[in-house]
């Protein structure tokens, strides 16, 4: 897939002035910075990947991205090194350092879970999830009709997947 497909792909023809574009595009960056901040939003989100972990169309359609979800995992894990870097030059409140503590180490938590969940997934069903990545990457967005084969064909696996 060259650039000017991917290009294509994600910014059609009137993409400025189309409302579904905009709203597609907030959504997503809203969902993966909560995921990454403040990944103990997504606890029911975390409960879903565990009791769905062997049906990878649910898995991949969780709130907030999986990138996200990693990047919750490093973005707290640096918050815990500096709080651990705060105790030791500073003597901060100890009130604070638990709640902050306690903060970082549930959302640790939840992404470690949802990451080991997806991890798993796509370990024990590499075909469903080779599916599944080849529409994602391939189909059309935001309305756009099909131009290419390979977006015919994700959309028929996309309707079949759907339907199925």
């Known amino acids: ?13 009137g993409w400025w002035s189309s409302a579904r574009w905009w709203v ?3 959504r997503e960056l809203a969902l993966s910075t909560a995921a990454a901040v ?17 049906e990878p169309r649910i898995l ?13 995992l490093l973005v707290n894990g640096a918050g815990l090194g500096v709080l651990g870097t705060m105790e030791i030059e500073n003597d901060p409140p100890v ?5 902050l503590t306690g903060w970082c180490l549930t959302n640790i938590g939840v992404s470690a879970v949802v990451f080991v ?10 075909a469903a ?3 599944l990545d080849f529409v994602e ?16 064909r994700a959309l028929q696996l996309q309707e079949y997947t759907s339907g199925a």
Not at 60 to 72: H, K
Not at 95 to 99: E, G, N, P, Y
């Open 137 to 152: 990457r391939h189909a059309p967005k935001y309305g756009r009709p099909p131009e290419t084969i390979e977006e015919y």
């Open 1 to 13: 897939m060259g650039l000017g497909s991917r290009l294509r792909g994600e910014f059609p023809r």
């Open 24 to 26: 597609t595009g907030i």
């Open 129 to 131: 999830w080779a599916e």
């Open 95 to 99: 009130v604070l350092m638990v709640l």
């Open 60 to 72: 991949a359609r969780l709130a907030g991205t999986f990138e996200g979800y990693v990047s919750g």
């Open 117 to 126: 969940a997806v991890a798993q997934s796509r370990i024990r069903r590499p």
């Open 38 to 54: 403040a990944t103990v939003v997504f606890v029911g989100e975390m409960v879903r990947a565990v009791r769905h972990r062997d």
